[in-house]
């Protein structure tokens, strides 16, 4: 009861890069929903951003859009510098946003590389360190990486998108243990297959196939993510961690 009295007055402030579409909406949706003031992070669909924005202002949430390439420095910095000159702080950034390629390896261009490694790992490079200086200074935080279930195993066709997830991996465990004794948690999650526009290239007859290789036989929705998140915020005594939410797909 005491307990969420506290959760009602401190409010949490959390970013959420990549928060205009699949699984970074639905994160913004629970997140606002729970009573957090939420910036939501767009880059290209700005009306996707703003509908987000608008069906949650209607209900009375506290949601904020911010427009920013998080694959470039500076643009990263001013978003995170947006949201602590606005609000005062940064309790928990969840560095959702990523793009994906299939190619064959000997295809993949150094241009492809760059980009892949720059939108999916370099992001969550600048957003974490541009707020890990706030987090420290307030001797709390959190920071929720999206990586992968091909960061943890590898998929074929897509070396330079699992390189940079397996690289968020990484990131995640060092800076679990460098920030841990400024009370700044830091965790991933690794989702399987979940239905989003970032699968549309599939057809049905993929996704069957697909299933079939899935213990629980069903792709996941953006809420399977979504909850893991707010249940992550609401601990404190989980980092370092990957949690793979999959079906069973990966174990
Ligand atoms: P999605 O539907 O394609 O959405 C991607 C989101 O990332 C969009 O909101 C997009 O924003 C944003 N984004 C991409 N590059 C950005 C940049 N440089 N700056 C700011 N925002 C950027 O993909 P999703 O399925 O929701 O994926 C979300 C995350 O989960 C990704 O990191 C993805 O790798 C990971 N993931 C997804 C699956 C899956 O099966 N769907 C599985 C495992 C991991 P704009 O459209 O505004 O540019």
Redesign the pocket.
């Known amino acids: 009861m005491e307990e969420n009295l506290e959760k009602n007055i401190v409010n949490k402030i959390i970013v959420v ?8 909406a639905q994160i913004v949706k629970e997140l606002a929903s729970c009573g957090y003031t939420v910036v939501l ?5 700005e009306n996707s ?1 703003k509908s987000v924005e608008n069906e949650l202002k209607k209900m009375g949430y506290a949601v904020d859009i911010f427009k ?4 470039v420095s500076k643009e990263a910095e001013n978003l995170i510098n947006y949201t602590i000159n606005k609000y005062g702080k940064i309790d928990v950034l969840i560095n ?5 390629q299939t190619k064959l390896f000997t295809d993949i261009t150094d241009e492809d590389w760059h980009r892949m490694l720059d ?2 790992l370099s ?1 969550a490079f600048y957003c974490s360190r541009e707020s890990s200086k706030n987090m420290i200074h307030n001797k709390e935080g959190l920071i929720i990486n ?1 990586s ?2 091909w960061g943890e195993t590898g998929a074929s066709m897509e070396v330079h998108y699992s390189a940079s ?1 397996a690289g968020m991996i990484g990131l995640t465990k060092a800076l679990a243990k460098e920030l841990g004794p400024s009370g700044v948690r830091v965790n991933a999650i690794a ?4 239905n ?4 549309k290239e599939y057809s049905n007859k993929d996704i069957e196939n697909i299933k079939q290789e899935i213990p629980l036989e069903k792709i996941g929705k953006p809420e399977n993510i979504s909850k893991c998140i707010n249940w992550l915020i609401e601990d404190n005594y989980t980092t370092g961690e990957v949690i793979s939410i999959n079906g069973g797909w990966y174990m």
Do not use: F, L, Q
């Open positions: 890069t990549g928060g205009s579409r699949g699984i970074g992070n767009y880059n290209n669909s951003a920013a390439d998080v694959s959702n946003a990523g793009i994906s939108n999916n992001s999206i992968s279930i997830k989702p399987g297959i979940i989003t526009d970032m699968n």
